[in-house]
Structure formats: C-alpha cells, structure tokens
C-alpha cells in the first residue's frame, strides 16, 4: 500500500518504539490490519493521526429529525395553570396553542390546574390543529416527564380530537 520511504521521519519513529509498535506500523503500512489498531485523535480537529498520516474525520449527513416531525407538541405544567403548544420546529413558530389561563376556559372551569382541565386543554388544542390543517405531530417530553397523569390526559384528547401522534 505505501513504500516505507513515502513517510518522512519513519526510521525515527520506529527506533524510538518497542518492538511490538514496530510490527503494528510495519504491518500497517503493508497493509495487512485494519487502521484503527494505530490511532490517535487529535484534539482540536478531531482527525485521526495514524503513523504521521492524518485522515479526516468522517462526513456526517445533516440531520432529517426537524423535517420528519416539524410540527412538536410542548406542554408546560404549573401550579395554577394548564399550557400546551405545537410548534414548527424549522421556522420556530407557535402553530397552535391553548391554557387553560385563557379568559373563555376559565369560566367554564372550576379548577384550572388538574387531570380534567389537561384533558379540556388537548381536546381545544386537538381542535385548532384540525383547523389549520395539521394532522399529525410528535411529542417532547422535558426530563421529568414521564406518559402519565395530566401529560396523558392532554396526549390522549389531542389523539381523540382526531390528530395523529408521530
């Protein structure tokens, strides 16, 4: 694969390492191991240094997730109140929202903050989704949040009202 002359300084290096490395960079530069046995990363590019070789690091293709699922579905929980929201993730702007801090909830609500009010929220939300013509959207979860309580109430009524989760 590479004549031992191409690479500058080898007769250094090889002196300088036990018998063991000789072999691993002989055999390497004959091609016959694979090139990860000889490595070092290089810290500030990430490319790989294999006996004074630098290949580059690999090419990663760009990420599909915000086109596959544009539209996310976020659901913040407080003390008093109930919010849910879609956004497009690719432009970072509100699709669709409902609270249940909304002046026209709050009177047909006793309590603004339960299992109930989450399940009210979806469904309203569910319903302005259908609206714009959004049939389908993805969920994130924050860290705490796990599928239950007021966090299914809101996923099932926006699945009841007729949107498809991703």
Excluded: W
């Excluded at 090889?14 to 055999?27: C, G, T, W």
């Excluded at 801090?101 to 469904?123: H, N, P, Y």
């Amino acid at each position: 694969m590479f004549a031992r002359e191409s690479i500058s300084g080898y007769n250094d290096l090889v002196r300088s390492r036990s018998r063991q490395f000789q072999l691993a960079i002989s055999s390497y530069i004959e091609g016959i191991l694979q090139p990860n046995i000889m490595e070092d990363r290089c810290c500030s590019s990430g490319s790989i240094i294999v006996a004074a070789m630098v290949i580059p690091p690999p090419v990663r293709p760009p990420r599909l997730l915000n086109f596959l699922k544009p539209y996310v579905l976020k659901m913040h929980f407080t003390n008093k109140f109930v919010h849910a929201q879609v956004i497009h993730s690719p432009s970072a702007t509100v699709a669709a929202s409902a609270s249940s801090q909304e002046k026209g909830l709050r009177t047909s609500m006793d309590i603004t903050r339960d299992v109930a009010a989450a399940s009210k929220i979806g469904k309203l939300l569910g319903e302005r989704l259908l609206m714009k013509d959004i049939p389908a959207i993805s969920v994130l979860f924050k860290k705490e949040q796990r599928y239950h309580g007021k966090v299914k109430a809101v996923i099932d009524s926006v699945r009841e009202a007729g949107v498809k989760l991703l």
